[in-house]
């Protein structure tokens, strides 16, 4: 068999589009592989492509993929099968024992629960348990941050599929200031973490802004709609990339400058507070800093927290606000 450019990559994108629908085209399956692996493709190619999962001997692979004449498009008749079972190497097989260890840290959300579960069927479909220490005498060699199980993480399955079918969720959703609750239909478009809290951001229908934020954990009787939604076109890295969080105020992002110990700056060299983040001074007596951040709660919160072992150079306003914030938290020991 000819190789051509990127096959494996178009193996990989055949075998998780044909996982993931009952029936796919030929025409589909050119135009995502042309976008995710920025090459051309003939349909002519990508009819090769499937007849070598099916029957190359050399790959091994023996896909089950079956082609309806009436409905002219490909299917797999196992919907269980995936060619991800095939070629582990030992680095592979090491990169999926450390994951399967150290996702247990998410054990208790149900999703990830999933994940790890098909991580261990992996392993042992290829039987590559060899001389590895056996699950029930194993001992931690790697302990992550354990943080406890949040009210509404049983709700993120169903938020996952919503947004995977482009679904509409309605839920019932209540503030903590508030004393009543309110139905609520949202066309999901990120599911986003915040120091161990899950958030869902969408577009309430007949608004355009997909940025409304509700809280997973103040989320009550949620439910997937049959109603479909046309995802918006809107860049999330791009939106919290000046923020601390999940606040973004409509306010233009500022140059903040800080100025820290030497001893702290050690810690700020090797995990920077913002991706922002560029140094100004480094020496014996000081490591001054600058991030360019929209401020909100969030990054008070995270000034506030070093105490002494920082001071905000500028600008006024930040300065100002350090000082208002420190003063209340004086008079709480007055």
């Known amino acids: 068999m000819a190789i051509s450019k990127h096959p494996f990559g178009r ?4 075998d998780r589009e044909l996982g993931r629908k009952d029936w796919l085209k030929t025409k589909e399956l050119r135009e995502t ?3 995710e692996l920025s090459i051309v493709v003939s349909e002519r190619m990508i009819n090769e492509d499937i007849n070598a999962m099916k029957d190359d001997p050399l790959l091994g692979y023996f896909a089950p993929i079956e082609y309806n004449k009436n409905k002219k498009a490909y299917y797999y008749t196992d919907k269980s099968y995936t060619i991800k079972a095939f070629g582990l190497k030992d680095g592979d097989i090491n990169a999926l024992m450390f994951y399967a260890k150290t996702i247990n840290q998410y054990k208790e959300y149900e999703v990830f629960k999933d994940f790890t579960n098909a991580i261990e069927k992996v392993l042992d479909a290829v039987t590559i348990r060899k001389g590895l220490t056996n699950k029930e005498h194993a001992r931690t060699v790697v302990q992550t941050e354990r943080t406890p199980k949040l009210t509404g993480s049983e709700l993120i399955p169903l938020i996952v599929h919503a947004l995977d079918m482009n679904q509409v969720i309605e839920f019932e959703y209540q503030k903590f200031e508030d004393t009543v609750h309110k139905l609520v239909k949202l066309q999901p478009h990120l599911l986003k973490e915040d120091r161990h809290r899950w958030y869902v951001l969408g577009r309430i229908k007949g608004h355009d802004d997909p940025t409304t934020v509700y809280a997973l954990d103040r989320i009550l009787a949620a439910k997937i709609l049959e109603e479909k939604f046309e995802p918006a076109e809107f860049d999330f890295d791009q939106y919290f990339a000046h923020s601390f969080g999940i606040t973004v105020t409509n306010d233009e992002p500022v140059d903040v400058i800080l100025s820290f110990t030497p001893f702290q700056g050690n810690y700020l060299k090797t995990l920077k507070i913002h991706h922002t983040q560029v140094t100004l001074i480094d020496n014996e007596t000081e490591y001054r800093i600058s991030v360019r951040v929209t ?9 506030l927290g070093y105490g002494h072992s920082v001071k905000v150079v500028s600008p006024e306003i930040i300065i100002e ?3 208002n914030k420190a003063a209340l938290i004086t008079k709480l020991y007055q």
């Open 33 to 35: 592989i042309e976008e």
């Open 295 to 303: 401020p909100s709660w969030e990054f008070y919160e995270k000034i």
């Open 11 to 14: 193996y990989q994108v055949i």
């Open 321 to 323: 606000e350090v000082k």
